[in-house]
């Protein structure tokens, strides 16, 4: 014993250095596998929300933490302005603000574009980390190795931290990992510093993403399910009390969380779950000192009393407004066709869809099947920690299926699940038996020291319940001390022939292979496009680059006055401020429904209607996407109907879904467009002089497939001034009033020349 | 905006300083005539723009060299258009051409008659008026001058612009012309009387294009940038033989008609000679200081002040009005109040000024006096500023209402320090103490 006790210890300080090596391996993969898109194209800042982020990033830098604490920003939602300090999650900006700070107090004189493009990638290494401890945590140190590998590569992951894609997710997965190993750790060893440390990230994360609603409804449904299961103890009273307190208070801290966890129906749930575990403690307290009769009658007199008032204050509560009703985001998340009926806002977001079956083999490859045996595995193993995995597990399975966006939370846990199924096949199929015992004989060891060090301090979990000795919890007790034999026993019983070992390790391993291959693909293919620059492939094969985007906004940015304003629908408002420097009318926050709503009817109305729309909101450019030349088929035309039924539900009565229809019910921009559409400045701002493009009325939109409507297009209340290269991104100025009193639409009628000719005929009748 | 004004004021002022005419936009006139003999016709009235001290050219409609706009520069800065007959202009100069010197800040004194050619028509058609057909003219068999017939005597104005009261009536002979009533910047100056009509004496069977009161007679626009544009459907009222005579209407007699005076007055207002009104100086701060913020806080007071001189005949005088406003607009006015006329001080200008909290509500507000008066020049004088909310170290303290809070916030304080101090130093009797612990220690393990 003592001989191998020495050569144990040996192996354990090997194991634990190459454990080391492999895992800062896997961080760094994680890290290059997302540098993609910058070699790609180049370091430049992605989509439409980093932009915002990127230029709070730049405010903080350059103003410093106060000034961006209460900036109001007077370029965004002209008129309106947005209080950015209080509407947005500072975390991501503070963190690179830091970042750089501290970079510069040792004369890095790196850009903090730099730092932004490159803070996903980095977090990403440390989200593999993350996964690693929580999985360690949770099952063994080789399935914690095996999660962080998968996590570090999984599309469904990089899809959000590719470098450049700045969005508060980048930053929240690894936050939302660490925060639940913390939590994780703090229950099983009822440590007040571990559950003071999950309240530490609990609060970055609340500073990071509005996901953290997840964490404070998932640890309090862990608390309460384990609760259920009668797996009270003071390790998670310990736990959970410090958790929500600490964390509760200092998510206050954010001024646009502020009251909410005291107010708002979500955070409910962390609050009851607080009371509950109080009154759980507060009867085993008494418990202590009553007969186990009385002890009964006391537990449900009591019980039934509580749960009448909890209910009851909860509705009496939110139907008098105190706690506010739920958000319309979050009842969508419950009934999927919820928001298309009544927030078409939030519906009109493809983010917000409910996910495609084949998005989750895309986003998560040979994860999928692994994931429901991991949960499988956690369940044969059921600690306290097991629990928290299935939950997690389950809830965010549910949520994913709910909104494709969610299926950024899925992936970590189904990395995770999916790490514990291939360390338990490859525990019993890799090694040969010889070593493979000492490997768990190691492991049992730790589990040994580590459960008897905890044991002192919490003595055996199981007690909740007036019999509590079922015969799994009795099992559960001895499984400790007797898993050696048991394993032992288990491995000499069915001992898998060298033949299947083989035939599943080499299978194993070619799965391993395709997922990297698919992994590796999808990144380069799917997630690494920055979407302000388009690549497609010519005949040859080679890159052709569709530089539309930026080549208009810096059009915009030399050529616009310094305060001028520009509409367009909310979806390029944070790219056009982030690159044009202008002011805009609405952007990508989308807090006013109203304001987006009255953009929407100005798109959807006719040009005498939007021209004084258009002038009371100051508007001195418009901008619009136009795919029908190249085929980009995420165009204005394509969304209209969205901005049509948002701007319904605001003014009904000026703007109306079934007008934009033609008589036989489609949408069509051919000859049988409908009037009203025809009408709208929208598609008169998408088709001005498109025709002229072509020769002889050959003009064909590629997006929708057809030819376009043969007329002409008067557009008299603004003027092209510029198209870009593909007529993406199309710029009109909006014509100041007529100098001598004419309507605009007179105005273009007299230039034109028309006018003379009918003037003369109607002097001749 | 403001250097564009600055430069037109410098170049007005240079103008001013070398021509010596009151016009503040310049002394060069293009008379356009129809014929080069109809110059002699209007000998007295071109006199007295010469004695004003405009430089006076004059060219026919059909004169090759005829130019209004070169290398995108308007040549002159007023027009006198009395060549109505001609229907097609030399060099393509048409309604467009005439606009465009509008939009470049050139005023127009247009006369038309019974015969109006289609450049006039089509000019006319875009201020919104429209003259009556060829031979058409206006009649009024109760007002009109018995010396010489058919010409109208009108003795009232409908809207006072130049001048108050016509000291004699005005004779007038030639087209009706017709208001459309859509242009917002167009007023009638003289109307005809209840009994007038449009008739053509050669043919009866057609009815006339408007009666009464709806015909219009001198017609004004002031455009947005201030230019202004007198039409009329008489050349003749122009002329020395309708100056120089008399007036005989009913029993009241006049020994000259009032042409002279009321042509003076209305190519004096159109020539920007008259009721031009500009802003000195506008400005607004927070109350006790002196520069224009970077932005106000909400509730702030604020003090806003604009200077305004009216300009009359060559003089920049103090401009008196109860009625200027200011706005503070974001979407729609949430203040609108009437600025007070402080005591004049500058004997070129008068100041208005008002004291006032900005709205408790953050956003991007345009302060706006937007002053329009019919007869005068538009003041549109706006500044965009934020009213931003308040910051994290602006809002109030130590209120008197939340002191249950404070008294809650630091009995806890100071409660937690002592039961920490107590359950620090606190020694029981440590027999007693053990046995306790074991004893609960033992239940919690059973």
């Known amino acids: ?765 | 905006m403001k250097t564009l004004f600055l430069f037109t004021l410098i170049l007005q002022l240079a103008c001013f300083i070398f021509a010596k005419t009151n016009s503040l936009s310049g002394n060069r006139v293009l008379v356009i005539l129809d014929k080069e003999e109809d110059k002699k016709e209007y000998s007295i009235f071109f006199k007295s723009l010469k004695e004003r001290g405009f430089d006076l050219s004059y060219t026919t409609a059909s004169n090759e060299k005829l130019e209004i706009i070169k290398y995108e520069e308007s040549l002159y800065d007023h027009l006198i258009l009395f060549a109505p007959e001609t229907d097609y202009y030399e060099n393509d100069i048409n309604a467009k051409q005439f606009i465009e010197f509008i939009d470049k800040g050139g005023n127009i004194l247009l006369a038309a008659n019974e015969n109006t050619g289609t450049i006039i028509q089509d000019l006319l058609y875009e201020f919104g008026a429209k003259v009556d057909e060829p031979k058409f003219t206006v009649f009024d068999n109760f007002v009109h001058n018995s010396t010489t017939p058919n010409v109208l005597a009108i003795e009232e104005l409908e809207n006072k612009i130049s001048l108050d009261k016509l000291e004699a009536p005005v004779l007038y002979y030639g087209t009706a012309i017709k208001s459309s009533n859509k242009n917002p910047y167009a007023k009638p100056l003289l109307v005809g009387g209840p009994a007038a009509y449009s008739w053509d004496d050669t043919v009866v069977n057609k009815a006339p294009l408007v009666t009464g009161n709806n015909i219009v007679l001198v017609h004004t626009l002031q455009a947005i940038n201030n230019s202004r544009i007198v039409m009329t459907g008489s050349t003749k009222m122009f002329t020395d033989k309708y100056i120089n005579s008399p007036v005989k209407i009913n029993d009241k007699t006049y020994k000259k008609s009032g042409n002279l005076d009321f042509i003076t007055n209305i190519s004096k207002w159109t020539f920007q000679e008259k009721k031009v009104l500009k802003v000195v100086s506008s400005k607004h701060h927070k109350v006790g200081e002196t520069e224009r913020p970077e932005y106000y806080t909400i509730k702030n007071n604020m003090h806003y002040e604009i200077e305004i001189a009216e300009y009359n005949d060559g003089v920049w005088q103090p401009f008196n009005a109860t009625d200027i406003q200011l706005e503070l607009i974001m979407l729609d006015p949430y203040i609108r109040v009437t600025l007070k006329q402080q005591p004049i001080t500058n004997p070129n200008s008068s100041t208005y000024a008002i004291d006032l909290m900005v709205p408790d509500h953050c956003g991007v507000f345009t302060f706006k006096v937007d002053y329009r008066r019919y007869g005068l020049s538009w003041i549109k004088e706006s500044d965009v500023i934020a009213i931003h909310p308040l910051h994290y170290n602006e809002f109030p303290r130590y209120l008197i209402q939340g002191l249950p809070y404070y008294f809650g916030a630091f009995s806890m304080l100071v409660g937690f320090i002592i039961i920490s101090i107590l359950a620090l130093y606190h020694e029981d009797d440590s027999s007693n103490n053990k046995v306790n612990k074991e004893a609960s220690t033992k239940k919690k393990t059973n």
Request: net charge positive; aromatic share 14%; hydrophobic share 45%.
């Open chain 1, 1 to 765: 014993m003592a001989v191998s006790a020495v050569s144990l210890q040996h192996l354990k300080k090997s194991k634990d250095l190459l454990c080391i090596v492999i895992l800062a391996l896997i961080a760094i993969l994680a890290f290059i596998s997302r540098l993609l898109s910058v070699i790609r194209f180049e370091s430049v800042i992605h989509e439409f929300d980093p932009w915002f982020n990127y230029r709070a990033t730049q405010y903080l830098v350059n103003e410093g933490f106060y000034k961006f604490l209460t900036w109001f920003d007077q370029v965004s939602w002209y008129p309106l302005g947005r209080v950015v300090g209080g509407t947005l999650y500072p975390g991501i900006m503070i963190t690179s603000g830091v970042i750089y700070k501290v970079l510069h107090f040792f004369n890095f004189n790196i850009d903090i574009r730099h730092i932004c493009v490159f803070l996903g990638p980095v977090f990403s290494g440390l989200t593999a980390i993350a996964t690693y401890l929580l999985t360690s945590e949770v099952c063994t140190k080789s399935s914690g190795l095996f999660a962080a590998a998968f996590v570090a590569i999984a599309p469904g992951y990089i899809s959000r931290s590719v470098a450049g894609s700045y969005d508060n997710e980048a930053i929240s997965i690894f936050l939302l990992m660490i925060t639940f190993y913390f939590w994780v750790k703090s229950v099983k060893t009822g440590s007040s510093f571990w559950a003071a440390c999950t309240a530490l990230f609990y609060f970055y994360m609340v500073s990071a993403w509005g996901g953290y609603i997840f964490i404070i409804n998932l640890i309090p449904l862990h608390v309460f399910v384990l609760l259920l299961m009668g797996r009270y103890s003071k390790r998670l009273y310990v736990a959970y009390s410090t958790f929500y307190v600490l964390g509760t208070i200092g998510s206050m801290q954010i001024p646009f969380v502020g009251f909410q966890p005291a107010t708002t129906a979500e955070h409910m749930a962390a609050l009851g779950t607080f009371g509950l575990l109080q009154i759980v403690a507060f009867l085993h307290f008494c418990r202590t000192y009553l007969s186990s009769d009385s002890f009964k009658t006391l537990l449900k007199r009591f019980l039934i009393i509580i749960s009448i008032i909890g209910i009851s204050g909860f509705a009496i509560l939110q139907k008098t407004g105190i706690i506010d009703p739920w958000t319309g985001r979050l009842y969508s998340l419950f009934d999927t066709g919820y928001a298309k009926k009544h927030i078409p806002i939030i519906a009109s977001v493809s983010e917000h869809q409910p996910t495609a079956w084949p998005s989750f083999f895309f986003d998560l490859h040979i994860l999928v099947p692994l994931f429901p045996v991991g949960i499988y595995f956690a369940f044969k193993k059921l600690t306290d920690e097991s629990v928290f995995i299935i939950l997690y597990g389950i809830t965010a399975s549910y949520f994913a299926g709910v909104m494709v966006r969610l299926m950024l939370t899925l992936t970590p846990i189904v990395c995770v699940a999916a790490g514990i199924a291939m360390s338990y096949l490859f525990d019993n199929f890799l090694l040969s038996s010889k070593s493979k015992t000492t490997v768990i004989k190691v492991e049992e060891s730790e589990d040994i020291v580590s459960s008897a060090e905890s044991l002192p301090e919490s003595p055996a979990s199981p007690k909740m319940g007036s019999s509590p000795t079922s015969p799994k919890m009795k099992s559960k007790k001895t499984e400790n001390k007797s898993s050696i034999l048991t394993k032992e026993n288990e491995t000499k019983d069915n001992t898998p022939t060298i033949e299947l070992k083989l035939i599943v390790t080499l299978s194993m391993l070619l799965i391993f292979c395709m997922y990297v291959w698919h992994c590796t693909w999808v990144t380069s293919n799917a997630y690494s496009s920055p979407s302000i620059v388009l690549a497609s492939r010519n005949r040859d094969g080679s890159q052709h680059i569709i530089d539309d985007f930026r080549e208009a906004y810096y059009w915009l940015r030399q050529n616009s006055a310094e305060d001028a304003k520009i509409m367009s629908w909310w979806d390029y408002g944070y790219q056009l401020a982030g690159m044009t420097n202008r002011t805009t009318l609405v952007d990508n926050n989308t807090w006013n429904n109203t304001h987006i709503a009255t953009v929407g009817r100005m798109l959807a109305s006719n040009e005498e209607n939007a021209y004084v729309l258009l002038r009371r909101h100051d508007v001195d450019y418009a901008l619009v996407m136009f795919g029908g030349a190249i085929g980009y088929s995420g165009d204005d035309i394509n969304k209209f109907l969205w901005m049509i039924r948002i701007s319904e539900g605001v003014y009904p009565e000026q703007v109306k879904e079934e007008n934009f229809y033609n008589s036989r019910g489609e949408y069509r921009v051919d000859d049988s467009v409908s009037p009203t559409l025809r009408d709208s400045i929208m598609y008169k701002m998408s088709y001005y002089r498109f025709k002229d493009l072509y020769p002889n009325n050959q003009a064909y939109d590629r997006v929708r497939g057809t030819p376009v409507y043969s007329k002409p297009i008067q557009l008299s209340i603004m003027d092209e001034v510029y198209s870009s290269e593909n007529l993406l991104v199309r710029i009109y100025k909006i014509k100041k009033p007529d100098n001598i009193g004419r309507s605009l639409q007179s105005a273009a009628i007299f230039n034109s020349g028309r006018r003379r000719k009918r003037n003369r005929k109607s002097r001749k009748d």
